[in-house]
């Protein structure tokens, strides 16, 4: 078990994690040298207080998932540690600002596919299925911020949504009596490429800024005219 390599990386005496487990130092010095199994109670409070995975803590996997912030590193990599500590504070403020944010890829896979099919379902009531698209399209938003490493300058969830309901492709893809209710609502808003759900923000408001960050990718004249139109609302927006 990895608990003395993580107790040391993280500058805590036998002690004081003793003390945090509620059990005695003896009882963790014998679990540090593999003396004595850990409870399984034990074992997922070290876990939960090192924010580690159980595989990671027994050393059946190198890596773990941050279960805060959805993050995947190697806690062992000095160089992934700070990463991960920038990453998640960036996170962290994030979530202040934008609310709960589906960053654990698995959840978020798991979220979209559940609700899919009650947006598809027409047995549903229009509520419901509105709900439901919704916590879709804030699983797209949270992906789309992790991409932009949480950055201050991604839009807010309203203005994405906008932006999503800009694209042709959302047209097509959502039942008209939904996506009308959500123009209703939110509107419609340039800003992000038809078929993309990728927000990139940017640091100067040149269209040629504003292109370069959609990772060279070609795009129509339609859609780059989209981006400009993009680029002069924010510029009106921030006199
Ligand atoms: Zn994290």
Redesign the pocket.
């Known amino acids: 078990m990895r608990i003395k390599e993580l107790r040391e990386l993280n500058n805590i005496q036998q002690k004081e994690l003793a003390s945090i487990l509620e059990i005695s130092p003896n009882a963790l010095s014998q679990y540090e040298n593999n003396k004595r199994e850990p409870s399984i109670d034990t074992v997922s409070k070290i876990a939960d207080f090192f ?1 580690v995975s159980v595989d990671f803590l027994y050393g059946t996997s190198d890596i773990t998932t ?6 995947t590193y190697c806690p062992l990599i000095p160089q992934d540690r700070i990463v ?1 500590a920038q ?2 504070s960036s ?1 962290e403020a994030a979530t202040k600002k934008y609310g709960t944010l589906y960053s654990n890829t698995v959840e978020n896979e798991r979220l979209k596919a559940e609700n899919r099919s009650i947006v598809c379902d027409p047995s549903q009531s229009l509520e419901d299925r509105y709900n439901a698209q919704k916590i879709i399209f804030k699983c797209l938003f949270s992906r789309s911020l992790d991409a932009s490493n949480y950055s201050e300058r991604h839009v807010d969830f309203n203005t994405y949504i906008a932006m999503l309901l800009n694209q042709e492709s959302t047209k097509k893809h959502l039942p008209p009596e939904l996506y009308n209710k959500f123009v209703e609502d939110y509107g419609t808003q340039p800003g992000i490429p038809n078929g993309e759900t990728y927000f990139y923000p940017y640091n100067d408001n040149s269209p040629v800024t504003i292109a370069a960050h959609f990772d060279g990718d070609e795009y129509t004249e339609e859609e780059l005219d989209e981006i400009r139109q993009f680029a002069e609302f924010v510029k009106n927006k921030r006199k």
């Open positions: 924010n941050c279960k805060k912030c959805g993050l991960h990453l998640h996170w």
